[in-house]
């Protein structure tokens, strides 16, 4: 092969990979009704009926645990106490603590920051998901958290 030919060869070969890179950047995440997030919750609590239905609606694939003890739950996918809110969801591995919004789910997934353990909306703050009351709306902070190593940072507020 010659020096010109080796050339072509390694500039073809560069501008395939860019290409690559640009289809798969412009790829989008996969469909939200694609998506398995799994929400334990009270069998009682109408505020987290809704947000189920909330995420139902926005796409995803909703599975409902009606459990006993959500304490253990929280214990056992590692939610702070101060994060705590009515119910917990699982989605591809990360923990989806109170009445996020289906926007912000769907933004973790797409992004998956490399030291989230999960995000949370402590409480229950009235005009969150699930949360609606009219027109009452309480401002409110969705937390980006690593439950290894305590970290905490507000993902978005709203």
Known sequence: MTRTQSIIL??????????TAIVALRTPPAAAEDTVITVYKSPTCGCCAAWVDYMREAGFNVTVEDVADLNAVKARHGVPRQLE????????????????????????LAERPADAWGIAV?????????????????????????????????????
Do not use: F
């Open 85 to 108: 809110s009515c119910h917990t969801a699982i989605v591809e591995g990360y923990v989806v603590e109170g009445h996020v919004p289906a926007d912000l789910v769907t933004r973790l």
């Open 122 to 158: 402590p409480g229950m703050p009235a005009g969150s998901p699930g949360m609606e009351q009219g027109d009452r709306r309480e401002p409110y902070d969705v937390i980006l958290y690593n439950a290894r190593t305590g970290g905490a940072t507000i993902y978005a507020s709203r």
């Open 10 to 19: 390694y500039s073809t070969l560069l501008g395939l990979g860019a290409a």
